[in-house]
């Protein structure tokens, strides 16, 4: 499914011949990730009546995390069964604080709960270690 103008793809429908993952929405192509920071996953499905509704959020949402200090990354996959998987990192405990707090997200949050989302399940988790594998030339 082509991501809409923000980057965000409208709604996870599975794709007649694709098969596999898509990548919805990518913040940071230059992210440094580092033992302590906060990485939040997030899995969804979401009510195909809302899919307008969810987009303009998801994109509102998107632009806003990514400026709050502290942010480090944040991608989206879409499983061909329609389960989005979304994972968010954060520098640090206040900076992922920040971001929950947020006035604009919690009205976001309210509404995943009551309108947007069938199902969802959330783990906030603090990095342990941290390793990566530069890529070729």
Known sequence: ???????????C???????????????SET????????VTVFRSRLDP???????ALAARMSELA??????????TF??????RVTVV???DIDSHRAWGDHPEHRRAQELGRTRLYLTYTIQVCVAMSAGEQPGRA
């Open 1 to 11: 499914m082509p991501p809409s103008r923000h980057g965000v793809s409208a709604f």
């Open 31 to 38: 992210a440094r990730f580092g033992p302590d920071q906060i």
């Open 89 to 91: 990192t954060f520098a």
């Open 49 to 55: 009546a809302r899919a307008e509704e969810y987009s």
């Open 66 to 75: 990514a400026g709050m200090p502290g942010f480090v990354d944040a991608k």
């Open 13 to 27: 429908v599975a794709a007649p011949g694709v098969a596999g993952h898509h990548l919805l929405v990518s913040h």
């Open 78 to 83: 879409c499983s061909d069964d329609g389960e």
